[in-house]
């Protein structure tokens, strides 16, 4: 059986294709931006009212997705830091606030998953 025969359906050219997606139980990225410059906040829709020098930007990914809803949470109980924008599709997280809180944000929710929900994670990175 060649290729052109699995793409076609009763002789008729349909395109089959399944997606399934079996997320782990993990965090892919988590990075802090220390002092980022202006363009960057103004990209990302974030607030640009900030003083930039001790300001910083938190990424997180994780999945499954959901947890990004959790993670928003952790990061926002634990320091004085902002919701840049979470996605519970995606799994993505973004705070921003002074680098020491954002720091302690993205720490808290990597230590959580990782403790408590037992989640593989990454090492929380920065630039």
């Known amino acids: 059986m060649d290729i052109n025969e699995l793409l076609t359906d ?19 990225l988590a990075h802090i931006i220390s002092g ?30 959901e947890t990004a809803v959790i993670a928003a949470d952790i ?17 993505t997280l973004i705070v921003t606030g002074m680098v020491s809180d954002t720091e302690s944000a993205i720490n808290a929710v990597v230590s959580y998953v990782r403790d408590t929900l037992g989640f593989a994670v990454c090492e929380v990175t920065r630039t």
């Open 75 to 91: 990061a926002i109980k634990t320091a004085n830091v902002d919701l840049g924008f979470v996605d519970r599709f995606s799994g």
């Open 36 to 65: 980022p410059d202006a363009v960057l906040y103004q990209k990302l829709g974030l607030n640009p009212d900030l003083d930039y020098a001790r300001s910083a930007i938190g990424i997180l990914t994780v999945s499954p997705a």
């Open 10 to 28: 009763n002789g008729k050219d349909k395109l089959r294709i399944i997606q399934e997606l079996v997320p782990g139980k993990q965090v892919t």
